[in-house]
């Protein structure tokens, strides 16, 4: 149980286009799910916390028009680089955990790699 | 927000030996969690212990948490060569968020 996925798992474009990855909780309902980003052999650095039909809530330093995060349903999150260019280069991973009881663990997706060239 | 840090090593043993790694942290905490993340993928949830806990097990995973020093420790009973991942440990600062800051990590290679 507790299965998350991530769409796409690697994706290629070209500077300043638009890229949207999707972080889904595949057999639970999510009220809260999280955006992280990891440079190579670094750790993961929170972006956003976003909870299902509210805006989310951005860390320090992350421009939230930059990284735009949808969260229309229980079990879908949306994370949308806009106009990309390679330092947004990365590995995105998400992550959503239960509702009550059992939330403060987190279930992580499989990552989508970013390559903006 | 707070962040986790553990000792900065990277681990190379042999297989069935122990592996210990800490971590560190500069705030007070709700709980701390340890996580597993194999070469690019995503993490695999360990094991929780909570500011009121010393000491957890699962399986061949032991961890402590010294709150009066603000530390944690994960040992991993006689290895195998599936262990060898990366190692984080996360703090939550039981704001209500449950938001998690991370720490550094620690590279482990198990060999058979």
């Known amino acids: 149980g507790a299965v998350v996925s991530q769409h796409p798992s690697w994706v290629i474009c070209k500077s300043g286009t638009s890229v949207k990855i999707e972080c889904r909780s595949l057999d639970f309902q999510a009220t809260t799910m999280f955006w992280y980003r990891q440079f190579p052999k670094q750790s993961l650095m929170l972006m956003a916390t976003s909870n299902e039909g509210s805006k989310a809530t951005y860390e320090q330093g992350v421009e939230k028009d930059k990284f735009l995060i949808n969260h229309a349903s229980l079990t879908l999150s949306t994370l949308t680089v806009t106009s990309a260019h390679p330092e947004d280069s990365s590995f995105y991973i998400c992550?959503?955990?239960?509702?009550?009881?059992?939330?403060?663990?987190?279930?992580f997706g499989p990552g989508t790699r970013l390559l903006v060239l | 927000s707070q962040q986790g840090e553990e000792d900065p090593q990277a681990l190379s043993i042999q297989e069935g030996e122990n592996a210990t790694m800490n971590c560190s942290y500069k705030t007070s905490i709700n709980n701390l969690q340890w996580y597993r993340q194999n070469s690019g993928r995503g993490l695999v949830h360990l094991i929780l212990i909570r500011s009121n806990e010393r000491e957890k097990h699962s399986g061949r995973l032991r961890v402590t948490l010294d709150t009066s020093k603000k530390s944690s420790s994960l040992l991993i009973t006689a290895s195998r060569a599936a262990d060898t991942a990366s190692y984080f440990c996360?703090?939550?600062?039981?704001?209500?968020?449950?938001?998690?800051?991370f720490g550094k990590g620690n590279q482990v290679v198990v060999i058979p």
């Open positions: 992550s959503a955990s239960l509702s009550g009881t059992g939330r403060e663990t987190q279930y």
């Open positions: 996360a703090t939550d600062a039981g704001d209500g968020n449950n938001r998690l800051a």
